[in-house]
Structure formats: C-alpha cells, structure tokens
C-alpha cells in the first residue's frame, strides 16, 4: 500500500573502480587502510558510522517474554479458574459497560454487578468474566453519557468469529456468523504445543518469500488433493502438505505473509491490509492451533516467518449484514470529550489513520504486535506504511520529526522488540521519510524515547533503484541501459546511514498494479517482458539477470516465488502460486538457477550485513553494462566476486580482485543446469582463474574468457 517516487536518472558514468582490500583482509586494517586512501575516505566515515549505527546486536538470541504484561485483553484468572479478567481501553471513565455472553444470555440475565466493568483510571476498565470457557463468543455493552447503548466487539481480543472458526466451534454450518469475540484457551490440555524457537537471521543473509496464506497452497498437491478443503483449513494444510520443505528446497530462509491479523472478509489480497483487530489471528484461514502449528514446521525447518504489521490505518467499515464492522468495531469508541479513541483522519485508502498522539493508543498498537509475536514465537516483522505514520503531523520533511508521535510509536515498537526479542527481525516499509534515527540500534541502558535508536535494523528506501529496474528491465537495446542510477541509490545509503536498504525486482503493491506510472508495474515480470516484446528464453534471461541484482547488491533479498516460476498476469489477479509451472523445463531451469543463488548467499556470512562494506560495488564497466560486488566473510577471509552483464557477450573480460588467490566458478547463469549454454564452465574446463599483477598495486586482475550477454556469474576463492 505504497506508492512509486521516481527520480531522473542521472549522466552515464565509464568504467570505475573502487578502493580495495589489501592483501590483509583484517577487518580493522581494511578500515584503517580506506582511511589513508583518498579514494576511500568519505566512503570509510560512512562506513564507520553506519557500523556504529546498524551492525547487529552480538546478544540477541535470548527472549524475555517473562517480563511482558499486555495492558488489555482477556486472560484465565490461572489454571483450575473458572473466572478471566478482562481489561479495555477507553479514555472515557464516564462510560458503562458490561461483559455479554451465554452465560448470561447475551443480556437477557445480566447482572448489573457481577457483570459490570469498572473504570480504573481514567484510560481503562476492568472487570471479572464468570464462567471463562474455551471458545466462548462474547461482545462488551456500552453504555455512553446519555444512555445510548451498543454492543460491541472487545478491539484487544485474540480471535473473531469467521465462517470456518464458527464452524468449528459450533458444529453449525453458517456462511454469515455473527461476528463476535472469541476467547480461547491457549493453556487447555488439548491445546497445541509449540516447541521449536524462533529464528535469529543476525549473521545471515535474508532471502525471504513474500506470500499470500492461501495462495501459496491454493494450487499445491498433496495428499490426492489440490489446495486446502477449504479456507479456514489453510494454516493446517501449509503446516502439512510439504510445501514448508518446498521453500526449503528453494533456498528460502524466511517467509513473509501478507498480513494476518484480523481483516474485513473477502479474497482480494489487498483486504489482508484492512485490519481491524490488531491483537488477533485472521481466522479465515484456521484456528489459532492451526497457524502455531504451521509456524512451528517452519521454525524447524530454519525458515522464519515474519509478520506484516499494518498499525498505520484500520477501517472503519466493511463487511456485509451482521458482520458490518461500523457500529461494532474500533471507530466506534470515543473519548470522554467526544473525539475518536483510536482516530479519524482519512487516509487515502479510505481508511481511519490510527491517533499515535494518545499514548494509550500508542501502547495498544505495540502490544498488538508484541502480542503476535510473542504469542505464535515469530521471528519479526514488517511494519507497513512507515511514511504514513510519520506524515500523520505533516513530520515527513522534518529530518528530525521533534515530538512526532507517529515516530513515538515506531519506537515504542523497535524498542519495544529489542527488549523483549532481540534476536527479532525488525523491517520497516520505508520510501520518503528519513529513517536514520528509525534504524538506529536502541541501548537498553539509555532512556527508551526519540534521543535513543528506534531499534529497527531493515528499510525499504528504493528510490533510484526501482527507477533503475522499472526503466533497464524492459529497455529493449542494452546499450541504452544507465548503471548510474543503481550506483547512486547503492553508494547514497552510506552518506545517510541507511545501509540496511532492501531491494527486489517486484513485490505485492509492484506487481498489483498499486504504483501506477511506473513502466514495471501491474504485472509479474514474466508479462512485462512479453508485453515489451520479448521472447520467453530472452525473458528467462532477463529475470535471471535483473532477479539477481538483489542478492549482490544488498544484505537481504526478497522476491515473490511467482517471480521464480516465471508466472504470467498480475497479482491482483493471480496471488496463487502456479505449482504446477514447475513442470516447464525452461521454468525449472530458472527456478532451480534462484535455489541454487539463494542457498549459496543466504548460507555464507560474507554476504550478511555485518559483512556488507562501502565498496561491496566493485567495479563498474557503463560501457559494456557490466557491475560487479564484492563480498568477504572478514571472519575466514573467504571471498566472493558477483559479476552481472546487461550488456552484450564479451570474452576475456578482465575484472579486477584484491590479491592473490585464485578464483573458482561457484554459479554461472548460463551453465547447463540452469537452461544455459555452459560455455564459461566449458572455456574454463575445471580450472581456477589466477589473478595477475597489475603494476606496483596490491591490486591484481583475472580473466573470465567467456561472459554471456545478460548473465550472471559469482567467484569464490579456494
């Protein structure tokens, strides 16, 4: 739920070089060296602050979920109770209310003071719920100033009725439940029991899978079936169909769902980002037993699975007859002097913005997540709309956002996580706002408000970048490619300390057609490439090529799987994952061609952030299209040389490296394996490449005799 910012591509720049490691690959003399290179010295400032400022915490494996108190929400009183307690934000301690369910008959026998919430201050209310059971449905009556009542949905609550949910703790088939709260009994004997631990993806690399639930199984076999029996049997049949290994098996170490927490009802993937119950699992697609079970098979699989938090605007409608969310739901609740509790400004989704300038809102949303996460052991998050919680004050052009409480809230969040999950992956969807401080790590020993870091660790901030892709990916003549724009936005997050950038080809919003006018949006771009005249083996090429980019590039990549099965249309209209594209040789060679990259760079720390250096660009040749990375694990010295070519084949290419050692061919694009010609792998016929000298330089020089026209290749040493 963005929007594309293109920037100008600047002037064409000729083959550049940049500084070098020595022979020494010792981490403090690299940076002692760069500092006496005059080449390299702006470069080793930057360099210096941004390890000041985004280097991972060394700590962070350890949670301390013991010390978390949600302020709101249902609980059991302890184990042999039959009595819960429930508490609710209000800002309204002039209101009545009252707990609505069976066993009072919604009502019909309530009792004015067993049944009563009270005010506690003047920000909550709380009150003891008799006869507590698992899958209780229960509402709140409110009761205003003037005697107005209404019965309404508890916004803190762990689960809401769906179709499939009512189903099942009913036994009553309804296509339209009554949409009521849910409370359920994570403690119960028959409950599932996670036993795997969240994933640290400090000192990795990040490959992560951008999926919707069900579209990801939706057209999966197993188990002499097609997808799940039904929507809510998502979570179970992701948990156990195999497609958990499938992911695996394509180098994948991290999922990201679209959001699921609880949304308005509907198919379309964008109604994932229309939630109004923040503290809740999305029981369309199962039970909360189904979704911690299906986390679990991840978690032992290695691959984390983040959350996409979406704090930055809820609906204040939706749904159709009883279920409509407008009387019910979190616009309903007002202040004691008549405004919105949680906010009414109007974003341009049509949605309400959240009011981060009520503190107890603030600590709502955060808890909403904490609450996810500590619940279901996610190994992070990605929080949505970023720009739109700043800019809610107008901050967005204020570098220092004093007093924004757009921001006071994100750090609440990052700070928040850092404290009770450091090992936790904390991204934030970042395109126009300055996030420095945003990134910056949070120091547990320093007061935790806006002079402290916000403890996020990962941005998007593409900018030049996707114009780069948007405009080279179906640039039709080669020549015409600019590599500037990629080497700006590339060098340009040292100078601003956001060195922890993340890029991809396409994502959900690019490829549903969300940020119109850019020439790489609305499609997948399998359909870009055809519709710009390209034939399929040129279109395989490209995506290998461009797809790539990512994964030398940065320190995290992150793709949609529909990009690796070269999948046609749009995800507006095809979310679901084509499996069965699998069977197509040239799709099979493309995919196995990304599994292979992805378990080469997501299991070598050379390529991990803490590894990721001003100069990880190494040489770029505007002449003939080529760019080349270099990344090195400064703990074993080992090194790996990235070359991609959007130009035409060249042979004989001479690339420049750091020292002696020489050189073997760890992947090639265009070998055979990947539906390529293997001529590199045949001109080489098994040997290394040995550098040569060049000159009084440290500096030394290979040959690749044979560099295909839009491929990509990667050097290790021995």
């Known amino acids: 739920m963005v929007w594309l910012r293109l920037l100008s591509s600047a002037a064409v720049i000729s083959f550049v070089s940049f500084p070098l490691l020595a022979e020494n690959l010792d981490r403090t003399d690299y940076v002692k060296a760069l500092q006496t290179n005059p080449h390299g010295q702006q470069l080793s400032q930057s360099y210096e602050a941004a390890n000041t400022l985004l280097l991972v915490e060394s700590e962070a494996t350890q949670t301390h979920w013991d010390q978390f108190t949600p302020q709101v929400g249902l609980h059991s009183n302890g184990p042999g109770s039959q009595n819960g307690t429930i508490k609710v934000l209000t800002e309204n301690p002039n209101l009545q209310i009252y707990f609505l369910a069976d066993f009072n008959r919604w009502g019909l026998d309530l009792d004015p003071v067993l049944d009563a919430l009270r005010p506690v201050d003047n920000s909550y209310f709380v009150g003891t719920v008799r006869e507590l059971s698992h899958g209780m449905q229960y509402r709140l009556l409110v009761v205003d100033e003037k005697g107005n009542a209404k019965q309404v949905l508890d916004p803190a609550a762990e689960l809401f009725t769906s179709t499939g949910l009512s189903e099942r703790l009913t036994g009553i088939s309804d296509p339209s439940p009554a949409l009521n709260s849910v409370y359920w009994d994570f403690d119960r004997p028959d409950a599932y029991r996670m036993t795997s631990s969240p994933i640290d993806l400090h000192g990795v690399t990040p490959v992560i899978a951008e999926v919707e639930a069900y579209g990801l199984v939706s057209q999966w076999k197993a188990n002499h079936q097609v997808g799940p029996a039904a929507l809510s049997d998502t979570y179970h049949f992701i948990a156990t169909s195999g497609v958990i290994t499938q992911l695996k098996t394509m180098g994948y170490n991290a999922v990201e769902f679209l959001p699921f927490t609880m949304a308005v009802d509907g198919g379309d993937w964008k109604f994932h980002y229309l939630n109004w119950g923040p503290f809740a699992l999305d029981s369309h697609y199962g039970t909360p037993d189904d979704f911690a079970q299906m986390v679990d098979n991840f978690n032992r699989e290695g691959i984390a699975v983040l959350m996409d938090a979406v704090p930055g605007h809820y609906p204040s409608h939706g749904n159709q007859g009883i279920r409509e969310l407008r009387d019910i739901s979190l616009a309903t609740w007002k202040k004691s002097d008549g405004s919105s509790l949680f906010g009414d400004a109007p974003t341009i989704w049509g949605t309400n913005r959240f009011d981060y300038s009520t503190k107890t809102v603030r600590t709502f949303l955060t808890e909403g997540i904490l609450t996810m996460i500590r619940r279901y052991r996610l190994s992070g998050f990605r929080l949505d709309n970023v720009d739109g919680i700043v800019g809610a004050e107008n901050g967005i052009n204020n570098p220092d956002y004093t007093n924004n409480s757009g921001l006071k809230f994100l750090f609440d969040v990052g700070q928040s996580m850092h404290r009770y999950q450091p090992s936790a992956f904390r991204l934030g969807e970042v395109y126009g706002a300055n996030p420095t401080r ?12 806006l002079s402290n870091g916000g403890g996020f660790e990962w941005e998007y901030h593409v900018g030049v970048y996707f114009d780069f892709m948007a405009h080279a990916l179906l640039e039709t003549k080669t020549d015409q490619i600019n590599l500037q724009p990629l080497v700006k936005t590339l060098k340009s997050r040292w100078a601003s300390g956001q060195v922890a950038s993340m890029s991809y080809l396409t994502n959900h919003d690019l490829a549903g057609g969300v940020w119109p006018g850019s020439p790489a949006s609305g499609a997948f771009p399998a359909t870009l490439l055809k519709n710009a005249g390209f034939t399929e083996q040129q279109s395989l090429r490209r995506i290998k090529a461009f797809g790539t980019l990512p994964f030398f590039a940065t320190a995290a990549s992150r793709d949609l799987p529909q990009v690796r099965l ?37 299991g070598e720390q050379a390529f991990a952030l803490q590894n990721y250096t001003p100069d990880t660009i190494r040489q770029v040749d505007d002449s003939r299209k080529i760019i080349s990375f270099r990344h090195i694990n400064f703990a074993t010295s080992k090194a790996y040389y990235g070359v991609i070519n959007f130009g035409k084949t060249v042979r004989n290419y001479a690339l420049t490296v750091d020292d002696g050692r020489p050189l073997l061919l760890s992947l090639d694009s265009e070998a055979k394996e990947f539906g390529g010609h293997g001529h590199l792998a045949k001109g080489l016929a098994g040997t290394t490449m040995k550098p040569s000298k060049l000159g009084s330089s440290l500096e030394r020089s290979i040959r690749i005799p044979y560099l295909e026209g839009m491929s990509s290749i990667l050097l290790e040493t021995e």
């Open 438 to 449: 945003l990134i910056a790590p949070f120091e547990p020993s320093q007061p935790a408000d």
């Open 566 to 602: 070269a999948q046609s249309g749009d995800f507006n209209q095809q979310s679901a994952i084509e499996w069965d594209r699998l069977k197509s040789p040239g799709v099979k060679a493309l995919n196995t061609y990304f599994s292979a990259l992805s378990k080469i760079v997501g």
